[in-house]
């Protein structure tokens, strides 16, 4: 038997060598594993990290890019409300002038304008002429008579004046003329503030 299998002790110390050898071969394979894992794991991390850092800049980011419109839109309606307020003060005058006009002695020649400019712009034979409370008063026969002439259109006096603060409404059928302050004001303060906004919007950008 032992002629068979030679000298056990030999065996066995091959046996023990050849084990520890593959013992060796497996821990340093397992070993190379887990460092493989560990790699993998540190560069899962990494790539997490980046892009939560990533995202995280976008909305930093986003937040101060709407931040920042914000404040450039209050600053542009602080800058509008500062560059209006002069404005304001400007129309306020010229309304105060406009009501006084009203009450100055030259006032029937005011009219007298505006009788004019409607029989141009309207273009009829005949016209229908309501001042203010004041202004209708002036509108007597002579007076009326003397601008038809002029203007080659026969104006008439309306049988209420117009409500109004100053000028003239004209009416023939169903056309209409307004050159009553009231409107002539309105219109001008329309078109002023969208030629100002058009500056503001230049100016800001």
Partial sequence: MAAILGDPEALSAEVSRRAQ???????????????????????????IR?????????????????DSARAELEARRR??????APIDRVWRA?????????????YEDVLRRCALCAARELAVKELVLAADAAGHELLTAQTLERWSTEAGVRFRRANEPVAAWGGMLAVSGRFR?????????????????ERVFEVLSRETH
């Fill in 50 to 66: 980046r892009q939560s850092a990533e995202a995280a800049e976008r909305q930093l980011a986003g937040l101060a890019r709407r």
């Fill in 177 to 193: 003329f307004n050159a009553t302050f009231a409107s002539s004001f309105t219109e001008a303060q329309a078109t002023l503030r």
């Fill in 21 to 47: 050898h593959r013992a060796v071969e497996i821990a340093e394979e397992a070993g190379r594993r887990a460092a493989a894992i560990l790699d993998g794991a540190k560069q899962e991390c990494e790539t």
């Fill in 94 to 106: 010229a309304e105060e002038k406009l009501r006084d006009l009203a009450r100055k002695p030259g």
């Fill in 79 to 84: 800058l509008t409300v500062l560059r209006a």
